[in-house]
């Protein structure tokens, strides 16, 4: 069973940078049948896509959403066996629920981690 | 504003039948794959539809999902009370080169 634990802080100051990590049982980031993903989710802007890591014949690989390209970065840690998120110059817009999700190869995005409210604080 | 629309809100009676629509543009649902999400409130979604028109294990043969051109439906049918929740379609956008997700509608049992 695929479990996706996330930590990270709930309060981040304006301007700042966002980290959240989350933690992977049951699969491996370095998987060639996965990738992994964040999505945010806030009322003002509904679920959105901010990007994947994933490993292809152990090249890694890198896609980002258009709305937070040039602030985000998503990076894998195969020693500890999860990812983060790092998005920076955050603003109170950036306020959201974020996610981080399993999408498998051959299906989508069926596992998905519990969810972390971050509040960004001018 | 989603490059996918669905509408906001969708209701129906309990056994009833009921759709949500999904549409997009060759860039998205034309010419890629749509997924359906469940989500209730204060909890991750949960994955209902994929590849157009697959459940995963554990879903009941009540959803099921069709895609024509650029738009996509989900129908749940013999509806009933739990079936309340949140309803998203997603496709990967060649355009934006990313995923993109419907608004959302919010589908009510009366």
């Known amino acids: 069973q695929v479990q996706l634990q996330q930590s990270g802080p709930a309060v981040v100051k304006a301007s700042q940078t966002l980290s959240l990590t989350c933690d992977i049982s049951?699969?491996?980031?370095?998987?060639?049948?996965?990738?992994w993903n964040w999505i945010r989710q806030s009322p003002s802007r509904g679920l959105e896509w901010l990007g994947r890591t994933y490993y292809r014949r152990s090249k890694l690989y890198n896609d980002y959403g258009i709305s937070v390209r040039g602030r985000i970065s998503i990076n894998p840690d195969t020693s500890k066996n999860q990812f983060s998120l790092h998005l920076n110059s955050v603003t109170p817009e950036d306020t959201a629920v974020y996610y981080c999700a399993r999408e498998l190869f051959g299906s989508d995005f069926d596992y998905w981690g519990q969810g972390t409210l971050v509040t960004v604080s001018s | 504003q989603s490059v996918v629309t669905q509408p906001p809100s969708a209701s129906g009676t309990p056994g009833q039948r009921v759709t949500i629509s999904c549409s997009g543009s060759s860039s998205n649902i034309g010419g890629n794959y749509v997924h359906w999400f469940q989500q209730f409130p204060g909890t991750a979604p949960k994955l209902l539809i994929y590849k157009n028109n697959h459940r995963p294990s554990g879903v009941p043969d009540r959803f099921s999902a069709s895609k024509s051109g650029t738009s996509a439906s989900l129908a749940i049918s013999g509806l009933r009370s739990e079936d309340e929740a949140d309803y998203y379609c997603a496709a990967w956008d060649d355009s934006l080169s990313g995923r993109v997700f419907g608004g959302g509608t919010k589908l009510t049992v009366l």
């Open positions: 049951g699969d491996s980031v370095s998987s060639n049948s996965a990738t």
